[in-house]
């Protein structure tokens, strides 16, 4: 069974209902018994660095000074 508070309850027992949502519970929180918002665990945050390449592997060359020329290119010099 779902927990549905309205919009009042929430506002004054704001903490207590984040607890019950860190315990796994998710709230709807409703306004003239019109669902409008939930409450629910957040997701885990994942790293961001090859998050959308998983698996990506980079030489120890990737890390190797870059090529004047192409340098100037980057800082926004002409070539």
Known sequence: MR???NVQDAKTRLS???KRV???ESITIARAGKPVAE???SEPIRPIFGGLAPGLQVGPEFFDDLP???LAR???SPE
């Open 22 to 24: 860190e315990a796994g």
């Open 3 to 5: 927990t549905v508070v």
């Open 39 to 41: 409450l629910r665990p």
């Open 68 to 70: 004047e020329d192409e």
């Open 74 to 76: 980057w800082e926004g």
């Open 16 to 18: 207590e209902l984040l």
